[in-house]
């Protein structure tokens, strides 16, 4: 069974960069995309982006000029950088492995990590 | 922002249906790309309850049901249990926003 599991700081000071890690178990991170998801306390789900194993990405417009995400194949292990954060910016991140690109959904997410940007 | 539109709440009495509606546009569900259906329960990750406009994953209710038609799709929860009480979204995919995937707004069902 698939497991995902994301792991980084859980306060990050306004204009820095917000740094968080995805750990995949019980199967390869090869030939899947990746997604972070996030979630603001009592609001709705954003799309932050997608990474294919070969580090392809597709970030959500909105977002595009401060995400970089990565990807180490070599550890199962997936990542995203947000910069310059402001308040707004505090959310549940979650990891989440798409079936495919397009039309595609997320079977497998993980429990999610809640970053507060504060200083 | 969302670029698909579901309303903020919908309720019911134990063992009846109620519908959520997810309306997009022509460069999402009217493209004819896939609509997906979570259910969150409060403190947890979504769940994925329909994929790929009407098909169940396995371990889901036959209960919630999924359609879509041009530019609409709709989740169906027929029998409502009170373990049903949960936001649901829709998710799709849109070719305007440069490859981006987008989920509704969400619905908080209410079992009355």
């Known amino acids: 069974q698939v497991q995902l599991q994301e792991s980084g700081p859980g306060l990050v000071k306004p204009s820095e960069t917000l740094s968080l890690t995805c750990t995949v178990s019980?199967?390869?991170?090869?030939?899947?995309?990746w997604s972070w998801i996030r979630q603001p306390a009592g609001k709705g789900l954003e799309w932050i982006g997608r990474?294919?194993?070969?580090?392809?990405?597709n970030y959500n417009p909105s977002l595009k000029s401060r995400v970089t995400m990565s990807v180490d194949t070599s550890k199962n292990q997936f990542s995203l950088k947000l910069s310059s954060v402001t308040a707004a910016d505090t959310a549940v991140y979650y990891c989440?492995?798409?079936?495919?690109?397009?039309?595609?959904?997320?079977?497998?997410w993980g429990q999610g990590t809640l970053v507060t940007v504060s200083s | 922002q969302s670029v698909l539109t579901q309303p903020p709440s919908v309720s019911g009495a134990p063992g009846q249906r109620v519908t959520i509606s997810c309306t997009g546009s022509s460069s999402n569900i009217g493209a004819g790309y896939d609509v997906h259906w979570y259910q969150q329960l409060p403190g947890t990750a979504p769940k994925l309850l329909i994929y790929?406009?009407?098909n169940r994953p396995s371990g889901v209710p036959d209960r919630f049901s999924g359609s879509k038609s041009g530019t609409s799709a709709s989740l169906a929860i027929t029998g409502l249990q009170a373990e049903d009480e949960a936001d649901y979204y829709c998710?799709?995919?849109?070719?305007?926003?440069?490859?981006?995937?987008?989920f509704g707004t969400g619905t908080k069902v209410t079992v009355l």
């Open positions: 989440a492995r798409a079936s495919g690109y397009s039309s595609s959904w997320y079977s497998y």
């Open positions: 790929g406009n009407s």
């Open positions: 990474i294919y194993t070969s580090g392809s990405t």
């Open positions: 019980g199967g390869s991170i090869s030939s899947y995309y």
């Open positions: 998710q799709s995919y849109d070719s305007s926003l440069s490859g981006s995937d987008v």
